[in-house]
Every structure is written in C-alpha cells, then in structure tokens.
C-alpha cells in the first residue's frame, strides 16, 4: 500500500547546529505534505506546510524542501534550541485514496 | 478557545468492556478524524467523518465504530476491548479534507487489561 518513510527515527545534534529530516512518498500524485512537532505528552500541532506546486517554504529558522521528482521532502531546523527537543512527524496526502499517510515520527534531541 | 477537546484523558479497560470516547470541536469543521499512536508507528486513521451523519473506514478500522450526530462532536466506540486497542488515541479535525491543519485534541491514553 501507499505509505510514507522518515528517516532517521532518532537524531541528536548540538543546540546551536542544524537538524535535517528526510521523508520519502510512494504516491506520485501526492501533493500536500505537512509537518508536526509532539512534544512529549502533548498533541501533534502543525509547524509547516508545502504543496507541490511549491519547492521551498522557510518560516523563521524552519524550511521545508520538496522534489517531486524524486518523492521526498525535508524538514530543515537552524540554530537549534533546547525547545526544538520533540517528535517530528511527516505526512503525505494521497490522492489515491484521499488519506493523510503519516510517517513513524522522529525523536529530536538538542544536547545543550 | 477550547479548539478540540476529548474525554476522556485516561481510562482503564478489562478484555470484554465497552467504551465510547468523545471528540468535541467547536472552529466550526466538517471533517474530523479519529487516530491511534503506538510507539514507533506514528498516526494511523481509524474511521474519519467528512460532515454531520456519514463516517468512513481509515486504515485500521477494525473493532471500532463511530458516529457524527451532531456537527461538533464525533464518538469513537470500542464494543469488545482488547489489549492490543492499547494506545494513545488522538481525535482532529479539519477544515478541509486533510489539505489543510489538522487540530488535534489532547489525547486519551487508554489502557486494556
């Protein structure tokens, strides 16, 4: 079935560094992906959106890249700071079956 | 702005018991949604509803049953409690079809025994 890969499940990097996840889609037809920060014991609340008719998308220190071409996007964090520490989730919309797929979610940790 | 809100937040099931989960909103959506997240597995979609009166199966929607009576609110029901109904259930909702934010309600931690 459709689904979505997000990689890496676990990153740590130095407050201060940048932090990159990567999301991989099968759907081609694909064509809104969105990103949400848990932070522990809370609700998943969106940071940032991309549609595919779009490349880039930066909000503050957030950005997020597409390509089509090789179906993944990426979330990029710069300057990173202690409250970044949360779950990334990716997600995917599928037009296939008109569903939101979601990635497993990746654990950022800012070592201070 | 109370946004999405659930209850209950915790509860405590034996194998066999029925429970019902309610999922409130009040930005006015037409769509609304009920997840589970189990560690390392991210959101999966258990049922969603696209408007007051009709429900639909996401991708695991086995054992469970939902309703949309009224606009605001969407009622997830477990009839036969199972351990692996384990998890951590999120309802949302969404202006539009999932192209658009999702909101999502605190949780309900919901444990079977």
């Known amino acids: 079935g459709e689904n979505v890969e997000q990689h890496p499940s676990t990153l740590s990097v130095q407050e201060g560094d940048s932090a990159v996840i990567k999301c991989t889609y099968s759907?081609?037809?694909?064509?809104?992906f969105p990103w949400y920060k848990q932070e522990l014991g809370k609700r998943p609340q969106l940071i940032i959106d991309?549609?595919?008719n779009v490349g880039e998308k930066k909000d503050q220190r957030i950005a997020v890249t597409l390509n089509k071409t090789a179906k993944h996007f990426s979330l990029h964090i710069t300057e990173t700071q202690p409250e970044d520490s949360a779950v990334y989730f990716c997600?995917?919309?599928?037009?296939?079956?008109?569903?939101?797929?979601w990635g497993a979610g990746t654990k950022l940790i800012i070592k201070p | 702005n109370a946004g999405v809100t659930q209850t209950p937040k915790f509860r405590v099931l034996k194998t066999g018991q029925s429970m019902t989960l309610l999922c409130a909103q009040d930005?006015?959506?037409?769509?609304m949604y009920w997840y589970r997240q189990d560690p390392g597995m991210g959101l999966r979609l258990i049922h969603y509803?696209?408007?007051?009166?009709?429900?639909a199966k996401g991708e695991v929607p086995d054992g469970y049953n939902v309703s949309r009576l009224k606009k605001q609110n969407f009622l997830l029901g477990l009839e036969s409690a199972a351990p692996s109904q384990t998890s951590v259930y999120f309802c949302?909702?969404?202006?539009?079809?999932?192209?658009?934010?999702?909101?999502f309600g605190q949780g309900t931690r919901l444990t079977v025994v």
């Open positions: 991309i549609r595919s």
């Open positions: 759907d081609s037809a694909s064509n809104y």
């Open positions: 930005m006015n959506h037409e769509y």
């Open positions: 997600a995917a919309f599928m037009d296939s079956n008109y569903q939101l797929i």
């Open positions: 509803s696209v408007g007051e009166g009709t429900t």
């Open positions: 949302a909702s969404s202006y539009m079809r999932q192209k658009t934010e999702a909101f």
